[in-house]
């Protein structure tokens, strides 16, 4: 293993794209409108593709053998290092958007932070990246209004799923002692300074939306240390089915 921060930094960026990707895949053929379908399954492309270009990264810094496959497939929950936020269930529409909302928030700012990172395999990846986020929020702000200035019930179910996924923010901002070391090094964006963009974005939002932004307190932690919640293990199960059946498939 060549470096085995930058293998865990980039892992954990990789597991956030796949599982948030995969979680938005699972509206196929569920979404409430036609148009919804395709935008979701636009975003899940985009968020796998940006996974992918992470973990074979990741596979090249562990100099271990395991490609993006191996990395994605062949984990247990334990192992996965992605933010808890991601990993909530989709519920309703409403907390889908929600979750969303607070995800691409951060990711914009982030991913053009990172387009200047000294490492050029990261800044490749956040300059395709910056592109597609920016969609992915312009998509999550103008449902978050629509939703919470349509109808009294669109718009409880906003609040509602505002409200219950808020715990799950404080953590899009932590940062782990590996990783303020590769922010000192110019590889990574220090999360601490994307809080302030966050915020505007999220109270503009909210605003525009006639919602009303919760008060801070108990916040989640320790999904980048593989602490996660049921639902992830859930999902993997579904996700990593037909590998873990018949390793080493290939299309």
């Known amino acids: 293993m060549s470096d085995p921060t930058l293998f865990q930094y980039v892992l954990g960026l990789a597991d956030d794209q796949l599982v948030l990707g995969h979680r938005l895949s699972q509206w196929t053929g569920r979404a409430p ?50 933010l808890t936020l991601v990993e909530q269930p989709n519920g309703d529409f409403a ?15 982030f991913w053009q932070a990172m387009t200047a990172s000294t490492d050029q395999r990261l800044a490749a990846v956040a300059a395709k990246a910056e592109k597609e986020t920016a969609y992915h929020l312009r998509h999550a702000t103008e449902w978050t209004a629509r939703l919470g200035d349509g109808t009294d019930e669109s718009h409880r179910r906003m609040q509602a799923a505002i409200n219950q996924l808020w715990a799950f923010t404080g953590e899009l901002f932590e940062m782990i002692a590996a990783e303020a070391g590769l922010a000192a ?16 974005t999220i109270d503009a939002t909210l605003s525009d939306a006639s919602l009303t932004r919760p008060d801070d307190s108990w916040m989640a932690e320790g999904g980048r240390d593989g602490l996660h919640g049921e639902d992830l293990g859930h999902m993997l199960a579904e996700m990593q089915s037909l590998q873990r059946m018949h390793p080493g498939l290939q299309w």
């Open 33 to 82: 409108i036609l148009e919804e379908e395709l935008a979701l399954g636009n975003i899940a492309l985009d968020l796998i593709g940006q996974a992918r270009g992470l973990y074979q990264y990741a596979g090249a810094l562990e100099g271990a053998g395991r490609d993006e496959d191996a990395l994605a497939y062949h984990r247990d929950a334990r192992g996965y290092l992605n």
């Open 95 to 109: 907390q889908t958007i929600a979750r969303q909302l607070f995800y691409t928030a951060m990711a914009l700012p």
């Open 185 to 200: 090094a110019g590889i990574a964006p220090d999360r601490k300074t994307l809080r302030a963009a966050w915020d505007r």
